[in-house]
């Protein structure tokens, strides 16, 4: 006889699979079938999400920190940044991700902001918060930020015209945007009909989706960094004569050079870190 056991993704100081069943269940009880399929992603296979308690007794220290990922990704392409903040006090129950999208079934081309991935991102947000009980760090990597900025600020979906409902602002505590497209790519610079570089719901410069999000300034969080690369070769430096990536209006931001996208995104795991806990680049002198 045969038992077959689900294949997991063992990591170092975790285990990345699906939620934890305490997770599933307040989802299940709380939202539905529907929101916790949708959130869960195992339709992707068993590394499409992690998070949550292990059971009521857990006790968490830190504040929740949702990981978004890129385009064409899934949400264990950052399981480094996880396992960073892990081997740094953070517990499973205090570090969430899903995957939005298809995981790289449809070419990176092809790929637009659709109010779909805006409204998964959003449930997760409010499902976190609700379940923490308190106040959720954002960390958005790549096209992930336009689209959890979106999110958070909620009104109208550009593409379908469904209501998200007011901006979640007063949940969010520090929103981090990393690598983040979020006034577009310098590789959108002909826009086209279709796909990532549309003018509707894609990364040309003056694209609606990206004219909502960047009309309103300071809702996407109490505190609002970005860290962005001059050698950024996947959304660049500057499009339609300003910067790309540093969100306007925003808290600070820590500007590099000489690193690539994923050296970004990868290499700055410490400065992102010092972000969310202490709201500035660096740790405070007598907590060194």
Same mark, same amino acid.
């Given at each position: 006889?045969?038992?077959?056991?689900?294949?997991?993704?063992?990591?170092?100081?975790?285990?990345?699979?699906?939620?934890?069943?305490?997770?599933?269940?307040?989802?299940?009880?709380?939202?539905?079938?529907?929101?916790?399929?949708?959130?869960?992603?195992?339709?992707?296979?068993?590394?499409?999400?992690?998070?949550?308690?292990?059971?009521?007794?857990?006790?968490?220290?830190?504040?929740?920190?949702?990981?978004?990922?890129?385009?064409?990704?899934?949400?264990?392409?950052?399981?480094?940044?996880?396992?960073?903040?892990?081997?740094?006090?953070?517990?499973?129950?205090?570090?969430?991700?899903?995957?939005?999208?298809?995981?790289?079934?449809?070419?990176?081309?092809?790929?637009?902001?659709?109010?779909?991935?805006?409204?998964?991102?959003?449930?997760?947000?409010?499902?976190?918060?609700?379940?923490?009980?308190?106040?959720?760090?954002?960390?958005?990597?790549?096209?992930?930020?336009?689209?959890?900025?979106?999110?958070?600020?909620? =009104?109208?979906?550009? @593409?379908?015209?469904?209501?998200?409902?007011? *901006? /979640?602002?007063?949940?969010?505590? !520090?929103?981090? +945007?990393?690598?983040?497209?979020?006034?577009?790519?310098?590789?959108?610079?002909?826009?086209?009909?279709?796909?990532?570089?549309?003018?509707?719901?894609?990364?040309?410069?003056?694209?609606?989706?990206?004219?909502?999000?960047?009309?309103?300034?300071?809702?996407?969080?109490?505190?609002?960094?970005?860290?962005?690369?001059?050698?950024?070769?996947?959304?660049?430096?500057?499009?339609?004569?300003?910067?790309?990536?540093?969100?306007?209006?925003?808290?600070?931001?820590?500007?590099?050079? =000489?690193?690539?996208? @994923?050296?970004?995104?990868?290499?700055?795991? *410490? /400065?992102?870190?010092?972000?969310? !806990?202490?709201? +500035?680049?660096?740790?405070?002198?007598?907590?060194?």
């Amino acid at each position: 006889m045969y038992v077959f056991l689900p294949i997991i993704f063992i990591l170092p100081f975790g285990i990345f699979a699906e939620f934890t069943p305490h997770f599933r269940k307040f989802l299940h009880d709380s939202y539905g079938l529907a929101i916790t399929d949708q959130l869960e992603r195992t339709d992707l296979g068993l590394d499409a999400s992690f998070g949550g308690k292990n059971s009521d007794s857990e006790v968490t220290r830190n504040q929740a920190v949702i990981l978004v990922h890129g385009i064409t990704n899934k949400i264990t392409r950052f399981a480094g940044a996880a396992n960073y903040l892990k081997s740094k006090g953070y517990q499973n129950s205090e570090v969430y991700g899903t995957t939005w999208g298809d995981a790289g079934r449809t070419p990176v081309g092809l790929v637009d902001m659709k109010c779909s991935y805006v409204k998964q991102l959003r449930a997760m947000i409010i499902a976190v918060r609700q379940y923490t009980g308190t106040q959720v760090d954002v960390i958005a990597y790549s096209m992930g930020a336009p689209l959890a900025r979106k999110a958070i600020l909620g =009104g109208q979906c550009v @593409d379908t015209r469904e209501i998200l409902g007011p *901006p /979640l602002t007063e949940l969010i505590d !520090t929103f981090l +945007s990393v690598a983040g497209a979020n006034y577009g790519s310098a590789l959108c610079i002909v826009p086209v009909p279709v796909g990532t570089c549309n003018r509707r719901t894609g990364l040309h410069c003056d694209s609606s989706f990206l004219q909502d999000i960047n009309n309103q300034q300071k809702y996407e969080g109490s505190n609002v960094f970005s860290i962005f690369s001059t050698a950024d070769e996947k959304i660049g430096f500057r499009s339609c004569g300003r910067p790309i990536s540093p969100i306007r209006g925003g808290t600070g931001y820590v500007k590099k050079d =000489g690193l690539n996208h @994923d050296q970004l995104m990868d290499s700055t795991l *410490p /400065l992102q870190r010092n972000f969310i !806990t202490w709201h +500035s680049p660096r740790i405070p002198k007598h907590f060194v």
